[in-house]
């Protein structure tokens, strides 16, 4: 990627899938830098740099416009948002605890709540929400356990968690399933094969699945 090697980093499908972001990471220091990877060029260029160097962050895709920052190596209340079409990243209210190796996801709730929900940490099992149109935090259903290093994934109108690491349990092959609905943490049948932390995991696109 430009000559750079990166070592650990969020990335995540932007906009039509025809594009990915590669954000920070880890290169002897932690990286500001971006770089997007275009498929139809198959080719990479920098994108706008991240506010702050980070390693391990979470990267929530808000809408077709937005997408928020948050978490990373060292304890942190940050959180940022930037306006893709203007390229120019804000803070949000800082998160109630400072958390590293976190995990987030973007949830809808019944009714009509949408905001950004942040999800144990290191030695944590908390959880808080902040709601995207009032930007108040307020705290929300607990991990049934401390849950950090695990892999954030979007799926209906919550996220999993996927594996991670625990100070009560180990290494983790779980998946949990936040159900705004129900405000719970829902286990899920199926298990991973091995037990893991800090891995990248995200849903595949019908495009890419059905590549030959």
């Not at 000559?3 to 650990?8: A, L, N, P, Q, T």
Request: charged share 20%; hydrophobic share 35%.
């Amino acid at each position: 990627m430009n000559g750079e090697k990166i070592d650990s980093a969020s990335a995540m499908f932007e906009g039509d899938d025809s594009i990915w972001w590669v954000t920070g990471g880890l290169n002897g220091n932690f990286l500001s830098t971006t770089e997007v990877f275009h498929v139809n060029s198959n080719s990479f260029s920098y994108g706008v740099s991240l506010p702050e160097p980070l390693d391990v962050h979470n990267l929530v895709n808000v809408n077709n416009t937005h997408m928020v920052v948050l978490g990373g190596y060292y304890p942190s209340d940050q959180i940022y948002i930037i306006d893709r079409n203007l390229q120019v990243w804000s803070s949000l209210p800082s998160m109630p605890t400072a958390r590293s190796w976190c995990q987030a996801g973007f949830v809808t709730y019944r009714n009509g709540d949408k905001g950004i929900l942040v999800a144990g940490g290191d030695s944590s099992d908390t959880v808080d929400f902040l709601n995207l149109d009032t930007l108040i935090w307020e705290p929300k259903q607990n991990l049934p356990f401390d849950i950090y290093r695990g892999a954030s994934v979007p799926f209906q109108d919550g996220f999993l968690i996927v594996g991670g690491e625990s100070d009560s349990q180990g290494y983790l092959d779980t998946i949990y399933y936040y159900n705004p609905t129900l405000d719970q943490w829902d286990l899920l049948d199926q298990r991973m094969k091995d037990k893991r932390e800090t891995f990248t995991a995200f849903l595949v696109p019908d495009y890419y699945a059905n590549c030959s």
